[in-house]
């Protein structure tokens, strides 16, 4: 499969076992999934998402999925203060309702497989190559910021503050001239409903899915809302999913 290339967008994995997962039909999703029907799933809709040429384009940092892994540690942010975000749990990005000719059309499904506490932790955690990857110093859509201190403590007070950590690269998507700093909610982010600092989630490359086309929509009963930052188990998130009429 010879995958879309555009400027100024996340590319899409070329590597295993991510390029494997990419455009599942959703017979083969649900197939995957089967004994994992009792899971939890956390949905949202991504603003980042465009639709362009028939193909699906992140222009944001998060979810990034470069370097081999998928991390969510730059959007949901209030999602991933809740206890639910840890490991086991599934997460999942849709597009907005005008991304398919159907409506809300799955953009990627992740298992999430490990965390950190901060983006200290994270950096620590992350093998080198896919610090690299994800380097906010290096790359416009970064998600992971490498500290400029040694800290003892990868929780305490020191690894929330963004002035511990490189400065996102020129360009970069969350240091744009008209709100240079939104970048420091990456590092240090409360929840105003949860008053609980936000986990930075790994998934679980063979339990991650992408899609770069639309695809699959979520496509519930007339009057179901699409069930954005509810919790939901993954027997109903398969449920509410439907294929979309000519796709391949």
Same mark, same amino acid.
């Given at each position: 499969?010879?995958?879309?290339?555009?400027?100024?967008?996340?590319?899409?994995?070329?590597?295993?076992?991510?390029?494997?997962?990419?455009?599942?039909?959703?017979?083969?999703?649900?197939?995957?999934?089967?004994?994992?029907?009792?899971?939890?799933?956390?949905?949202?809709?991504?603003?980042?998402?465009?639709?362009?040429?028939?193909?699906?384009?992140?222009?944001?940092?998060?979810?990034?999925?470069?370097?081999?892994?998928? $991390?969510?540690?730059?959007?949901?942010?209030?999602?991933?203060?809740?206890?639910?975000?840890?490991?086991?749990?599934?997460?999942?990005?849709?597009?907005?309702?005008?991304?398919?000719?159907?409506?809300?059309?799955?953009?990627?499904?992740?298992?999430?497989?490990?965390?950190?506490?901060?983006?200290?932790?994270?950096?620590?955690?992350?093998?080198?190559?896919?610090?690299?990857?994800?380097?906010?110093?290096?790359?416009?859509?970064?998600?992971?910021?490498?500290?400029?201190?040694?800290?003892?403590?990868?929780?305490?007070?020191?690894?929330?503050?963004? $002035?511990?950590?490189?400065?996102?690269?020129?360009?970069?998507?969350?240091?744009?001239?008209?709100?240079?700093?939104?970048?420091?909610?990456?590092?240090?982010?409360?929840?105003?409903? $949860?008053?609980?600092?936000?986990?930075?989630?790994?998934?679980?490359?063979?339990?991650?899915?992408?899609?770069?086309?639309?695809?699959?929509?979520?496509?519930?009963?007339?009057?179901?809302?699409?069930?954005?930052?509810?919790?939901?188990?993954?027997?109903?998130?398969?449920?509410?999913?439907?294929?979309?009429?000519?796709?391949?």
């Amino acid at each position: 499969m010879d995958l879309p290339t555009f400027p100024n967008y996340q590319p899409f994995p070329t590597s295993e076992p991510l390029r494997t997962n990419l455009d599942v039909s959703l017979d083969s999703l649900r197939l995957r999934l089967s004994s994992h029907r009792s899971d939890e799933v956390y949905s949202y809709v991504m603003t980042s998402v465009r639709t362009h040429d028939g193909f699906f384009q992140q222009e944001g940092c998060g979810p990034n999925f470069q370097g081999g892994l998928l $991390t969510v540690c730059s959007c949901m942010h209030q999602v991933r203060t809740y206890d639910g975000a840890k490991p086991g749990v599934w997460v999942s990005g849709f597009t907005g309702v005008h991304g398919t000719r159907e409506g809300n059309g799955l953009f990627y499904l992740s298992r999430i497989e490990d965390s950190a506490r901060s983006q200290y932790g994270l950096w620590e955690k992350l093998p080198l190559i896919v610090r690299l990857a994800k380097a906010a110093h290096l790359d416009p859509r970064g998600d992971v910021f490498e500290p400029r201190v040694v800290l003892e403590d990868p929780e305490g007070d020191e690894a929330y503050d963004p $002035t511990n950590y490189k400065r996102p690269i020129p360009g970069h998507v969350h240091a744009q001239p008209e709100d240079p700093d939104h970048w420091h909610r990456d590092i240090d982010y409360v929840g105003s409903q $949860t008053d609980k600092r936000q986990v930075f989630l790994i998934g679980e490359p063979g339990m991650t899915f992408i899609w770069t086309r639309p695809l699959i929509v979520h496509q519930g009963p007339r009057g179901e809302k699409h069930p954005r930052f509810r919790p939901i188990e993954m027997s109903r998130y398969l449920d509410l999913l439907r294929t979309i009429p000519g796709s391949k």
